[in-house]
């Protein structure tokens, strides 16, 4: 007999179990050092019998899912993944990912959520206060940091075009660091992007986008962009100075803090973000470094009041919500969603906001040891000090295909995943640090395999 699809019944709750048993052996495993997507065509064999007219049962599923499927996914929350950015959310937090899961919360209109949507408002409460923004900021949750700057930049044109009306073309200002979301959002907007140079520590500063904005003229630019922790150095630019150019030219001021400004809570860099607290809007991904599972990202206004008006959906059947309660759907581009502040919530009231100060520090601290190692080697280059948690460095004479070659070669063997980079043209090493349990000597043992040299095997694939 097949468990039922909507009536609970003793083999649905033997099923229920048995998914919800995995669920918590996942939780616990030491992650699979197998890491590794497998041939598309390998995959596709497995699946194809999976899909057809009377279903291949529960158990079955779930028993390929965890022996053929999950291994076949990189473990993003492992200590030893220091590529991009990866995650690690609490315990508490994936938890309750999978009652929201099963809550079945429409989190777009108050009428529906009330109850989550209030819980999602504290946490992004505490972010806002975090920011030093007024008691009436408020926002939303979004899928990713991507979602979050095109929603904050439909609401930015969206003002501009209010007080200034409409220019022949519309643009930003960035820099060549900025997130590639940025420069997709500009796309998908039809916007142009004036790109401003960076400083030798990668950061926009306030004389370079004064001059910049002066050579272009002023031409239908509504916003500027500055990162707070930028994805391939961990530099913040100068919020504040950048602050005072936005503020002389009434232009929407947005901070991408997508990775960085989860250290607003941390007790070692929070003084980094000074001028935050003067920003239209900012971004940060609790999915990153806050300790919550995918999807998961706070976007946050000074003034949410402008934001409706730039992304509310209307239409006859949508015309009985009651628009003067606290709508999600109307601060971002979606109308559906789940309330997938909730978890970080409930991990927030869980644990304590100490616990979140000494998670993010603890990657602060680990990222400074790495570095001072980094600067007492021989053959090992320091390139930047880290601002947060990404590690730049170089190591003498190695190429591009040198680095890749070892970094493939250690992901191959479950080692780690370290991913190679570029900073001003050349060649270099990233770590990104946002998991509390990657210890420092793990991580020095890296060094000294790298210090070792390129293994044999990686010698061999890359010629
Ligand atoms: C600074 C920054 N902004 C935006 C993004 C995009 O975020 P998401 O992948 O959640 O859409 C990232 C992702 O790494 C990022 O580091």
């Known amino acids: 007999m097949a468990p039922s699809m909507h009536e609970w019944d003793a083999e649905t709750n033997l099923f229920a179990h048995s998914v919800i048993g995995y669920a918590i052996e996942r939780l616990q495993l030491p992650k699979d050092p197998h890491w590794g997507a497998l041939p598309a065509e390998q995959l596709a064999e497995v699946l194809a019998p999976t899909v057809n007219p009377d279903g291949i049962g529960g158990l079955e599923a779930l028993r390929i899912f965890r022996d053929v499927l999950m291994p076949a996914c990189r473990p993003m929350d492992d200590p030893m993944n220091l590529a991009y950015v990866a995650t690690s959310p609490s315990n508490a937090a994936t938890m309750f990912d999978l009652v929201v899961s099963a809550s079945s919360i429409f989190a777009g209109a108050w009428e529906a959520g009330a109850g989550a949507i209030a819980a999602e408002n504290q946490a992004l409460r505490w972010i806002a206060d975090l920011a030093g923004f007024p008691s009436t900021a408020g926002g939303v949750f979004v899928s990713g940091g991507s979602a979050a700057n095109l929603s904050a930049l439909v609401t930015a044109r969206h003002r501009y075009e209010q007080r200034h009306g409409r220019p022949a073309r519309w643009a930003i200002a960035s820099t060549e660091e900025v997130h590639a979301s940025v420069r997709a959002a500009a796309r998908v907007m039809d916007v142009d992007v004036v790109t401003v140079p960076v400083d030798d520590a990668g950061r926009l500063t306030g004389p370079a986008l004064e001059s910049a904005l002066a050579a272009h003229g002023d031409r239908g630019v509504f916003a500027v962009v500055a990162t707070a922790g930028t994805t391939n150095a961990g530099a913040i630019d100068e919020l504040d100075a950048i602050a005072d ?219």
């Open 245 to 463: 150019v936005c503020a002389a030219r009434d232009l929407w001021f947005h901070v991408d803090g997508a990775y960085g400004l989860a250290a607003l809570c941390s007790s070692i860099a929070r003084d980094r973000f000074h001028g935050i607290e003067r920003a239209d809007s900012f971004g940060v991904d609790p999915h990153k470094w806050l300790f919550a599972p995918y999807d998961c990202a706070a976007l946050i206004y000074r003034d949410p009041a402008v934001a409706p008006s730039a992304h509310a959906q209307h239409g006859t059947y949508l015309d009985s919500l009651d628009r003067g309660e606290w709508n999600p759907s109307d601060y971002a581009y979606h109308l559906s969603r789940r309330a997938r502040g909730l978890p970080l919530w409930f991990s927030l009231a869980t644990y304590g906001t100490r616990a979140y100060t000494d998670a993010v520090d603890a990657s602060i601290r680990t990222a400074a040891a790495i570095a001072d190692e980094i600067r007492s080697r021989p053959g090992f280059e320091l390139l930047l000090e880290p601002e947060l948690s990404v590690v730049l460095f170089t190591i003498d004479g190695w190429t591009k295909e040198q680095y890749l070659a070892w970094s493939r070669d250690r992901a191959r063997q479950g080692v780690a995943l370290v991913v190679p980079t570029s900073w001003k043209g050349a060649p270099c090493m990233r770590l990104c640090l946002v998991h509390p349990q990657t210890q420092a000597e793990k991580v020095v043992e890296l060094l000294d395999d790298l210090s070792a040299g390129v293994s044999t095997t990686a010698i061999v694939e890359i010629h």
